[in-house]
């Protein structure tokens, strides 16, 4: 089995950087996939600046959730590698297009949600076992500042918290960037 490769760690702590590294390491043949939905000026820049920095002969998906979809890829099939950035914006776009009211909706609600963001996070790990790939995500390391004073921000910390363990414990190699430096973690 290929490895999984997780990559934690704060806002521009580096974690992009040693994702794309590392992908230039271990990959010939990479398929991006970018999480990121571009919705301000500054955002649109900082994509265009990524885009302009990748090797030539990467290839960029835009997608957050449904996986399946790009098995048929002719740039998937091809790949040996996929990178993933970032799980934590993957979750935030889940919940946002939830329309859940997260002020006053109930536990029920916010397990089924929960539930269904896993869904999506298994059926990309399972996309990159069952195609045998080696994988690298990225994900913001979240919590570990102020506790949110609003319920969607602890729903949301929670999720992402969660997401990052299950996929930690399925990783080969996890690794913590802060301030530009990586420390390996697993
Ligand atoms: N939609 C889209 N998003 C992209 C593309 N390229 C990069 N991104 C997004 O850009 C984000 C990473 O860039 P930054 O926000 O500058 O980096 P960061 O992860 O906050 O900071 P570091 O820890 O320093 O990497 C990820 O969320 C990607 O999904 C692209 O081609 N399309």
């Excluded at 910390?157 to 414990?169: H, S």
Aim: aromatic share 6%.
């Amino acid at each position: 089995m290929k490895p999984l490769i997780l990559i934690t760690g704060g806002a521009r702590s580096g974690k992009s950087t040693l994702a794309e590294k590392k992908a230039l390491e271990l990959g010939e043949n990479v398929v991006y996939i970018a999480t990121a939905i571009a919705f301000d000026e500054g955002m649109k820049d900082r994509i265009k600046k990524h885009r302009l920095d990748r090797p030539k002969n990467w290839a960029t998906v835009e997608r957050y959730k449904d996986f399946s979809a790009i098995v048929e890829d002719e740039s998937f099939k091809a790949s040996d590698l996929i990178l993933l950035d970032c799980m934590t914006l993957m979750v935030t776009n889940l919940m946002l297009e939830s329309n859940l009211d997260f002020d006053n909706c109930s536990m029920e609600e916010v397990d089924r949600l929960e539930k269904d963001i896993f869904k999506e996070v298994d059926e990309l790990l399972n996309i990159i076992m069952d195609n045998n790939k080696t994988a690298i995500i990225v994900t913001n390391e979240v919590g570990m500042g102020l506790v949110p004073s609003y319920r969607m921000g602890n729903i949301f910390r929670d999720i992402a918290g969660r997401v990052n363990q299950y996929i930690a414990n399925k990783s080969k190699e996890v690794y913590f960037t802060v301030s530009g430096i990586e420390i390996k973690i697993k």
